[in-house]
């Protein structure tokens, strides 16, 4: 029997398997950001041991950072702590560290690929769940805990349970309109916040081929999302010619010999998976969430389902059968480790190009590195937004979660292209609305949810 993408790469990298099943994998690159990586650090120090290899380790600030005045020292003083003691740790241990104002600083999702660190048949981990994202370059990456981010450190080798496979196969061309994250919030109100519990997805079709690397990277950032271990994309021809150049992927030689390498890098025609489901591209419409996790989602022209959970729709003042259209927001937010790419941002300033923010909306448009922020400079993108009454603010993670002060006020709605919609996920008593980059530009120009399909003709 064949095998899939999943089983060659872990394969690939164990180590041994313990009694009981779980093995002992080997982690080819380690990142990591000022959250989950103190206590890990400390461990290391009451233990009197180093980091194994620091070489494989990349750090940076992201989660705590302001989006504007970045020059000055963060107001908030825990933030501010786990920032220097980021920077402390990564000087003591060896460890490449892009802190505030280094032109390498950003989202830890966004840098790692466009650094070129990020390669096909890698393992990856990180202290934060949306390290899912890696998997768009045909690599395993996962999320782990605090406990685990100190054995990496002191081993480079991680001890895991292998996940079950699940192929999730999207045939035919997309609409007009209809994005990468529209294809994964789709996904997930079909197979449910949890259909994935236990697996690791591949993601497969000509629709998923269609998609850019940015695209498939917005797709394994939420693979996480229906409960997944992770998300993966094949590597095709697309993911190559993204990596030539980059500065930490192969050069030259190396990298023709590195492509023939990861062309190997597909499931077997008769690999079978755990789980299988297959959707047609043309049933996606642009997306948006009613509920209080990514699963309640649905097509921007339907309305709230009448099963919807009552307690759900209680928190963010909506109604079974109720349509979304219509809706005044508050905020709109444009960035995050799921849509903060330069795409994303070319996208936004694209649509919204020779319009005006509508008044009642604050609008935070979010760059997820300084790579980005520069590209979005030179592009002319912060004169378009600024044109329409935009601000292109400084990068970080921003309102995709109430660690810095970008938080969205109690009561509010807020159409964001992040990645979770829990109660307080933006800010204490905060509402909602997920989306890709363009229903939040309709929201954005109109002041309330709207079809991009109908305000941008597309």
């Known amino acids: 029997m064949g095998k899939t993408l999943l089983d060659k790469i872990w394969d690939a990298h164990t180590i041994r398997t313990e009694d009981g099943g779980r093995t002992v994998l080997y982690i080819d690159r380690h990142y990591i950001h000022e959250v989950t990586s103190p206590v ?23 989660h705590n950072i302001p989006t504007e005045k970045q020059h000055l020292p963060i107001e908030e003083p825990q933030s501010r702590e786990q920032v220097a003691a980021l ?9 490449t560290y892009f802190g505030m104002g280094n032109p390498k600083q950003g989202i830890v999702h966004i840098i790692g690929p466009e650094q070129g660190f990020t390669q096909p048949g890698m393992t990856i981990v990180c202290g934060d769940s949306h390290t899912s994202t890696h ?28 996940p079950k496979t699940m192929r999730i196969t999207v045939d035919g061309k997309l ?20 259909g994935g519990t236990g697996h690791f997805i591949e993601f497969a079709g000509e629709a998923i081929r269609s998609l850019s690397m940015e695209g498939r990277m917005t797709l394994c950032n939420m693979s996480i999302e229906c409960g997944a271990r992770g998300g993966i994309v094949a590597p095709d021809q697309t993911t190559f010619d993204y990596l030539r150049g980059r500065g930490n992927a192969p050069q030259g030689a190396d990298f023709e010999r590195a492509i023939e390498r990861w ?17 047609d591209a043309a049933d996606i419409q642009p997306m948006i969430t009613y509920g209080t996790n990514p699963g309640m989602g649905m097509a921007i022209t339907d309305t709230i389902p009448a099963e919807a959970d009552p307690k759900a729709l209680a928190y963010m003042d909506f109604k079974a059968g109720e349509k979304m259209i219509g809706k005044p927001v508050d905020y709109v937010f444009v960035g ?35 790579k980005v922020e520069e590209m979005a400079e030179k592009e002319g993108i912060r004169q378009i937004l600024a044109d329409a009454g935009f601000e292109l603010r400084q990068p970080g993670c921003s309102a995709c979660l109430a660690m810095n002060a970008d938080k969205v006020p109690a009561g509010k709605y807020c159409v964001s292209t992040s990645n979770r919609n829990f109660e307080g996920r ?33």
């Open 135 to 162: 998997g768009a370059f045909g690599a395993v990456a996962f999320g782990i805990g605090t406990s685990e981010v100190e054995m990496v450190f002191a081993s480079q080798c991680l001890i895991q349970s292998k």
């Open 175 to 194: 609409g007009n309109g209809v994005e990468a994250k529209d294809i994964i919030l789709y996904i997930i109100s079909k197979i449910s916040a949890s």
């Open 263 to 279: 062309k190997e890098l597909h499931s077997d025609p008769d690999a079978q998976f755990d789980t299988e489901y297959r959707f």
């Open 87 to 95: 920077g402390r740790n990564c000087a003591k241990y060896g460890i």
């Open 426 to 458: 933006q800010g204490p008593g905060a509402r909602t609305l997920l989306s890709g980059v363009a229903v939040a530009a309709a929201a954005a120009v109109t002041g309330s949810v709207q079809d991009p399909r109908q305000v941008f003709n597309l």
């Open 40 to 62: 890990a650090f400390a461990g290391l120090e009451k233990r009197g041991i180093g980091v194994a290899r620091p070489q494989q380790v990349t750090a940076t600030c992201d």
């Open 336 to 370: 995050s480790c799921t849509n903060g790419r330069i795409e994303d941002l070319r996208r936004f300033a694209q649509l919204v190009k020779g319009r005006k923010k509508a008044a009642n909306i604050t609008a935070w448009i979010v760059p997820g590195s300084k």
